[in-house]
């Protein structure tokens, strides 16, 4: 069964700082992998999202996000964050064949102080 | 993205009572999946629909819960005989394709909170 990990349930950085954070999947075949946001009051968001091609895929609000199929992982990198990007996000994933269900992680709830 | 509409955004119930969440998709989707979100355990798949079909539901509980997407009209995640823990945040989103492999994105409502007294 497909199942997403994302390790760091709550991330609290000042502006400027740097922002990583980690999700890996667990799944046998090949996968779409996706981050979703949701803003405080909002419904969630395509952040951005990896089919097949070039591993480092940019998305929305300079946000990126690196994959490495050897370690089953999709993180999310911003250089420098800033208070707006106080959010609630999913790191997801759906497999290429099957019923194309998506999988959420816990999602990280990052928080960025003025 | 107000594309998504769900209904009630909150929803209040007592032990016992039915709970009816309902989901209008966007304009040309036809598949439509539920997420149930409670504190600090993300969003749990519960049920994916296209339109007269249950496509995938083993997120959702073998009891009480249920979901339909009927040819005409919302989609409807039912909740029988509603107990304390059925609380929680439950998303509906759509996509315009089978698994939205056109661009990949689920497009998500804002939610329905349901609380059981």
């Known amino acids: 069964a497909q199942s997403v990990s994302q390790h760091n349930h709550h991330v609290i950085l000042s502006e400027a700082a740097s922002l990583e954070l980690g999700c890996n999947y667990s799944?046998?075949?090949?996968?779409?992998l996706f981050w979703y946001v949701q803003y405080p009051g909002q419904h969630l968001q395509l952040l951005l999202k990896?089919?097949?091609?070039?591993?480092l895929v940019k998305g929305i609000k300079g946000f990126e996000a690196e994959f490495i199929k050897s370690k089953f992982s999709f993180n999310l990198r911003k250089p420098s964050v800033q208070w707006s990007d106080t959010a609630e996000y999913f790191c997801?994933?759906?497999?290429?064949?099957?019923?194309?269900?998506?999988?959420f992680g816990t999602g990280t709830r990052l928080k960025v102080l003025a | 993205n107000a594309g998504v509409m769900q209904n009630p955004r909150h929803l209040v119930r007592r032990r016992g009572q039915e709970a009816r969440l309902r989901c209008s998709p966007m304009?040309?989707?036809?598949?439509v999946y539920w997420y149930r979100q409670l504190p600090e355990e993300g969003l749990k798949f519960m049920v994916y629909?296209?339109?007269?079909?249950?496509?995938?539901e083993s997120g959702m509980p073998k009891e009480r819960f249920s979901a339909e997407f009927p040819k005409e009209g919302p989609s409807i995640l039912r909740i029988q005989q509603v107990v304390r823990g059925d609380s929680a945040a439950y998303f509906c989103?759509?996509?315009?394709?089978?698994?939205?492999?056109?661009?990949?994105?689920?497009?998500f409502g804002e939610g329905s909170r349901l609380t059981v007294l």
């Open positions: 997801a994933v759906t497999a290429t064949s099957g019923t194309y269900k998506y999988i």
């Open positions: 799944y046998g075949g090949t996968v779409n």
């Open positions: 629909l296209q339109k007269e079909n249950i496509i995938d």
């Open positions: 990896y089919f097949s091609g070039d591993p």
């Open positions: 989103a759509s996509s315009p394709s089978f698994s939205g492999f056109d661009t990949g994105e689920l497009f």
């Open positions: 304009k040309g989707h036809s598949h």
